[in-house]
């Protein structure tokens, strides 16, 4: 049979899914990579991640299905914590593991010394990217400029350290724990800390625990997930607004539920039993409890951001 003839391969047909799946990714894969696979697993239309992790990090890797990816830059601006591994004496071209040998000092502090360094890094701190990161310089990543050997001058950026607890040390290795404001460089942060110890120092390991309010508890590895059946798989979704956890709550009448999703902007004394302070809230109607979408308080009224599509919009 000539390749004309033969039959189209039928297309698998897609589903609609609506949820946050939260997946605990493996060592060596990217975050669209595990995208990719989660995705497939499921069969869904529609998904995204929120933020990637490095092939060499582990750990928490929230995937959004459906009406959730709508929500999704939520958690990129959402602290984040992990447990990391460094190795003291040893600086590398990446920061990381991934990377060649280009300095080797001694190692000569102790375990007080270290959580001393440490310290100086807790709460707003500066931090220069590093070149081997997806971060665009005229147009290009710069880890584009530094495969071809080239340094390109990087501005410091505020990031802030809400959490730096030391976990191990049995040098030449430190585990530590760290909570961090989004934009944080964990291999960074581990250079540095190595640098104010005079020896440098490159991460080793890194697992992502924690992504705003969610954590690893409910996490299932990709693995895991292929050996479910769908309807098993369908009960590890978490629903939409697990990913707008941190903002308040505003429930609506039927009537303020129908001008809510068309759009319009509401009087807070007319809807909220409470009183809000100005911010962005997530909105429920009244009969159900079911999610509407993201508006922001302010000035006394109610607007609408993004809004879920449901049978009543």
Avoid: W
Avoid at 102 to 119: F, G, K, L, Y
Avoid at 186 to 199: F, K, Q, S, Y
Avoid at 213 to 220: F, I, K, W
């Amino acid at each position: 049979m000539s390749g004309s003839q033969k039959q189209a391969r039928p297309k698998i047909p897609r589903r609609a899914l609506d949820g946050v799946l939260l997946l605990d990714k493996p060592l060596g894969l990217s975050s669209n990579d595990a995208l990719i696979k989660a995705k497939r697993i499921y069969l869904a239309k529609k998904a995204g991640h929120t933020g990637t992790l490095d092939p060499l990090a582990t750990g928490l890797l929230p995937l959004c299905f459906g009406e959730a990816t709508k929500f999704s830059q939520d958690l990129l601006e959402a602290d984040k914590t992990y447990e990391a591994t460094m190795r003291l004496g040893i600086r590398t071209t990446t920061g990381d593991a991934e990377g060649e040998a280009i300095d080797t000092r001694d190692v000569t502090c102790d375990e007080a010394a270290v959580s001393d360094a440490m310290s100086k890094f807790l709460g707003d701190i500066v931090q220069v990217p590093p070149m081997y990161s997806a971060l665009k310089r005229d147009g290009k990543p710069l880890y584009e400029y530094a495969r071809a050997g080239q340094t390109v001058e990087r501005e410091g950026r505020q990031v802030t350290i809400h959490v730096l607890q030391l976990i191990a040390c049995a040098l030449p290795l430190v585990t530590f724990r760290v909570t961090c404001s989004k934009g944080t460089y964990v291999r960074t942060l581990a250079e540095d800390i190595g640098e104010a110890l005079g020896c440098g120092a490159h991460l080793t390991a890194l697992r992502r625990t924690g992504v705003g309010a969610l954590t690893l508890e409910h996490a299932v590895t990709l693995d895991d997930l292929a050996s479910l059946n769908e309807a098993q798989r369908d009960e590890r979704l978490q629903p939409v607004d697990a990913l707008l956890s941190t903002f308040p709550a505003v429930q609506l009448n039927d009537e303020a539920t129908k001008r809510f999703l068309h759009g319009q902007r509401l009087r807070l004394a007319d809807v909220a039993q409470t009183r809000l302070e100005d911010g962005r809230v997530r909105v429920y109607a009244q009969d159900g409890g079911r999610l509407l979408g993201v508006a922001r308080a302010s000035d006394g009224l109610l607007a609408p951001e993004r809004l879920v599509v449901t049978s009543e919009g």
